[in-house]
Nanobody, 127 residues
Framework: QVQLVESGGGLVQAGGSLRLSCAAS????????MAWFRQAPGKEREFVAG????????YYANSVKGRFTISRDNAKRMVYLQMNSLKPEDTAAYYCATNDRPYTVVTGTTPQEYDYWGQGTQVTVSS
């Protein structure tokens, strides 16, 4: 059973930074791509960033490109999302996700392409 647990959310002022973490367990972590999504109240869940199984390829939504960085530490079974220059529109619950397709280089950008989700961590950016 794959389990994902996010942490690191909180309240921050606009222009500030946060680092989200996602701890994975339940299978060989290093064989699978990982992704971060977010969902604001009343809005659909949207792709934020993805990273390939080896960590050599990363992908970002246009809205966060240049401000957010996704990374992974396969030895620690962790994936991270470094968020800089935060804006009020970044306010949302953030979720990490993975799927059952090993050795994926190009990560999916829709929620339907992912099978496992964490419980989410709230990020609130004040203006």
């Amino acid at each position: 059973q794959v389990q994902l647990v996010e942490s690191g959310g909180g309240l921050v002022q606009a222009g500030g930074s946060l680092r989200l973490s996602c701890a994975a367990s339940g299978r060989i972590f290093s064989n699978y791509a990982m992704a971060w999504f977010r969902q604001a109240p009343g809005k659909e869940r949207e792709f934020v960033a993805g990273i390939s199984w080896r960590g050599r390829s990363t992908y970002y939504a246009n809205s966060v490109k240049g401000r957010f960085t996704i990374s992974r530490d396969n030895a620690k079974r962790m994936v991270y999302l470094q968020m800089n220059s935060l804006k009020p529109e970044d306010t949302a619950a953030y979720y990490c996700a993975t799927n059952d397709r090993p050795y994926t280089v190009v990560t999916g950008t829709t929620p339907q392409e992912y099978d496992y989700w964490g419980q989410g961590t709230q990020v609130t950016v004040s203006s």
